[in-house]
């Protein structure tokens, strides 16, 4: 796949992702996004930083996007897989300031975990093996 059509695909869902929060349709009555987790305006920062990161790399080029989908899927699918073992982030702190989420079931641990799986294996593919062909 072309690294900048894989660096715009990530631009548009981690915008996606730093506006759940505000659409009454994706939060339950307890405030958690697909009745999951909670986001708050640091982690909504942070997604927004992340897509503005990707769309820069998109208008720099190629080798930027490249160098974004590398970098970026490396660390989001490492922080999906923290997600998973701890409960927690490390992208976003959470993991050193509140530690271990031990209160957390197991598998919302593993559905909270999920988007950056996809999202970090996605960048990884298209960063480290698919740039190589194209």
């Known amino acids: 796949m072309n690294p900048r059509l894989a660096a715009s ?6 915008f996606f992702a730093a506006i759940t929060n505000y659409v009454p349709a994706f939060v339950d009555a307890e405030g958690r996004v697909f009745g999951l987790f909670r986001l708050d305006i640091y982690k909504d920062a942070l997604h927004l930083a992340s897509a503005l990161w990707a ?3 998109v208008l720099l080029g190629r080798a930027a996007s490249v160098s974004f989908l590398r970098l970026f899927g490396t660390l989001y699918f490492l922080d999906g897989i923290c997600g ?8 976003d702190l959470s ?3 509140h530690g271990i989420a ?3 079931p197991w598998m919302i641990s593993i559905l909270s975990s999920v988007p950056h799986l996809l999202l970090g294996g996605f960048g990884m593919a298209t960063g480290w093996l ?3 062909r194209g």
């Open 102 to 104: 031990r209160d957390m």
């Open 55 to 57: 769309l820069a790399a």
């Open 9 to 14: 695909l990530l631009a548009a869902a981690l």
């Open 130 to 132: 698919g740039a190589r």
């Open 84 to 91: 998973v073992l701890t409960g927690a982030s490390f992208l």
């Open 95 to 97: 993991l050193f300031i």
